[in-house]
């Protein structure tokens, strides 16, 4: 079993930038970000591995990067030039095959992030 608890999210304007956390019970699993807008699939935003392999999608390359504190099993995604589609809720996820494709099996609640002006 993991735990995960997420902070950070909110409202910003296009252009601007949020940062999300991901607190994890355990130090073991691949850490990963996913989003979901209302209407659309959960999609992988950003996966950072144990060992320091990450992935990201392409719609999100050169402007979000994931980082990872493995002293405080923590997962940080830092934001930069958001747009109105980058709105939805974002998930805390872990699994052991996610930087392989597959979904981890654990999830935290999720964190709201909404860019409009």
């Known amino acids: 079993q993991v735990q995960l608890v997420e902070s950070g999210g909110g409202l910003v304007q296009p252009g601007g930038s949020l940062r999300l956390s991901c607190v994890a019970s355990?130090?073991?699993?691949?850490l990963a970000w996913y989003r979901q807008a209302p209407g659309k699939q959960r999609e992988l935003v950003a996966a950072?591995?144990?060992?320091?392999?990450?992935k990201y999608a392409d719609i999100v390359k050169g402007r979000f990067t994931i980082s990872r504190d493995n002293t405080k099993n923590t997962v940080v995604l830092q934001m930069n030039d958001l747009k109105p589609e980058d709105s939805a809720v974002y998930y805390c996820?872990?699994?052991?095959?996610?930087?392989?494709?597959?979904?981890?099996?654990?999830w935290g609640p999720g964190t709201q992030v909404t860019v409009s002006s």
């Open positions: 950072h591995g144990v060992g320091g392999v990450t």
């Open positions: 355990r130090g073991d699993y691949t």
């Open positions: 996820n872990a699994g052991r095959a996610i930087l392989a494709g597959a979904t981890g099996s654990y």
